[in-house]
Nanobody, 126 residues
């Protein structure tokens, strides 16, 4: 599975962006898809995931209520809508995916992800 992340940019506090993660090489039907971010000097943090098998979502406390993950299976693309952005959201955002073998919620544990996109920079600044 190859992943291509895009949609990052510079935005003012309170603004919005929509990130895209386009997958190729396989459909995402049996995969969980996650979004992670890494700020300078910090470890990569899982912020949201979606499991296509159960159609369930998960969010970290830091983005809950502001970010929304969704999928367009026809386009094999996962989106992350970022609303009410804050300066502390500044980071490189990555999408990743892993194969799911049974029902259950997705996980935001970096080590279980098998495939990663290249990252897209989000900068929130006035």
């Amino acid at each position: 599975v190859q992943l291509q992340a895009s949609g990052g940019g510079l935005v003012q506090p309170g603004g919005s962006l929509r990130l895209s993660c386009a997958a190729s090489g396989s459909t995402l039907e049996n995969y969980a898809i996650g979004w992670f971010r890494q700020a300078p000097g910090q470890e990569r943090q899982g912020i949201s995931c979606y499991t296509n098998r159960d159609k369930t979502t998960r969010y970290s406390d830091s983005v809950k209520g502001r970010f929304t993950i969704s999928i367009d299976n026809a386009k094999n693309t996962v989106y992350l809508q970022l609303d009410n952005l804050k300066p502390e959201d500044t980071a490189v955002y990555y999408c990743g995916t892993y194969l799911t073998y049974y029902s259950g919620n997705c996980r935001l544990t970096e080590q279980i992800y098998d495939y990663w996109g290249q990252g897209t920079q989000v900068t929130v600044s006035s």
